[in-house]
């Protein structure tokens, strides 16, 4: 699914840090394995997310109740929800009216592993999804497992997830935006879907991506050169 960088661009990526977004490949074996960036882990009680502009990770608010993320959640790098993600989501829930958030895909990853903290690239193999819907926004959620974890590595679609997990995970995609004395955010949980629709819901966010991105590259090198 990469693209082929020029060499201009690859040496910029040895002088100077990455975009996380969009100067880190989403990874040659995706979407079957691909490269996830996190943003958040378990022990975090503020909500970070990736700062489009910089390319740096930043405080996005302070929870204001007591949920924490179940998971480490991040982003697949060269991703965007447009029209291919939000025509998945007409086609599971046979309604019209969705757009994309227009933000890269989401990504929960499970692991056994302590991680510290986010900022952060791992390899994941997607084995779901949560068809999320804030607003009239498609907002998929894909789920993961980090690769070669010892405990959860070895799953390979969203059935080998126990109940409980899954009931977690959607508890806090459901709330994680409610702020006190406020109406709860609108957002809907259509369905959990397993690995063969999060790899086309993946697939079609790269689309989006090639399609709202397609010259970044080029724009770049014909910068550099003056």
């Not at 056994?112 to 999320?132: C, F, N, T, W, Y």
């Not at 804030?134 to 789920?143: F, N, Q, S, T, V």
Request: charged fraction near 25%; aromatic fraction near 8%.
């Amino acid at each position: 699914m990469t693209k082929k960088r020029e060499p201009l661009w690859q040496l910029m990526g040895l002088l100077f840090r990455a975009h996380p977004w969009h100067g880190v490949p989403i990874g040659e074996d995706a979407p079957r394995v691909l490269t996830a960036y996190i943003e958040i882990v378990p022990s975090d009680t503020v909500k970070y997310e990736l700062d489009k502009a910089s390319g740096l990770l930043k405080i996005d608010r302070p929870q204001q109740f007591s949920n924490v993320c179940p998971s480490h959640y991040g982003l697949v790098p060269q991703t965007y929800c447009g029209e291919h993600v939000a025509e998945r989501l007409r086609l599971r829930t046979g309604r019209t009216g969705f757009v994309g958030d227009g933000d890269p895909l989401d990504i929960c990853v499970l692991t056994e592993k302590v991680i510290p903290h986010g900022d952060i690239l791992l390899r994941a193999i997607p084995i779901g999804g949560l068809s999320m819907i804030d607003g009239d926004e498609a907002d998929d959620k894909i789920l993961a497992v980090m690769e070669g974890d010892a405990s959860y590595g070895a799953w390979r679609d969203v059935e080998d997830c126990p109940a409980a997990l899954i009931e977690r995970l959607r508890h806090y995609f459901l709330t994680y935006k409610n702020v006190p004395h406020e109406q709860p955010a609108k957002v809907e949980i259509t369905e959990v879907y397993g690995r063969d629709e999060a790899l086309a819901v993946i697939e079609a966010s790269h689309q989006d991506y090639l399609a709202r991105f397609s010259d970044i590259e080029g724009l770049l090198t014909a910068a550099l050169r003056g």
